[in-house]
């Protein structure tokens, strides 16, 4: 079971460079695209797509992707409601980390890759 929370607004082939992964403070990490608008001016958007509290991470391409992976969360960012990466990371943390109500997110892009992310919460900023 997925849940969709934010689309990309255009096709995925509007990307003017390859997406970017950061690795912030305070164990967030950001994957940052800029885009072409659909307008005859050509503006460009830079968007930013952040996860907090990130305690996992993976970095499939495209020679690795699965079907399950593309049909999940092409161009979405989805949260999967369960799932296997998602129970084995929360069965493997210490009792002494306070359990947070983490979640298993996951991002397609053309080609790859597919981005899957074990964190606490996920926000985005368009600009």
């Not at 797509?49 to 499939?60: A, D, E, P, Y």
């Not at 092409?74 to 983490?102: A, C, F, T």
């Amino acid at each position: 079971m997925k849940k969709v929370l934010w689309s990309l607004p255009l096709p995925a082939g509007c990307i003017t460079r390859g997406v970017r992964l950061e690795e912030r403070k305070g164990r967030e990490i950001v994957l940052s695209f800029d885009y072409e608008e659909d307008d005859v001016e050509g503006t460009i958007r830079h968007c930013e797509l952040k996860f907090q509290s990130v305690v996992h991470f993976r970095t499939t391409y495209l020679p690795a992707l699965t079907l399950e992976m593309v049909s999940t969360s092409y161009n979405d960012v989805v949260e999967l409601q369960s799932s296997d990466i998602l129970s084995d990371v929360v069965v493997s943390m210490s009792e002494d980390v306070k359990p947070r109500n983490y979640k298993h997110y996951r991002i397609t892009f053309d080609d790859g890759p597919c981005y899957d992310l074990i964190a606490s919460d996920f926000t985005w900023i368009i600009a």
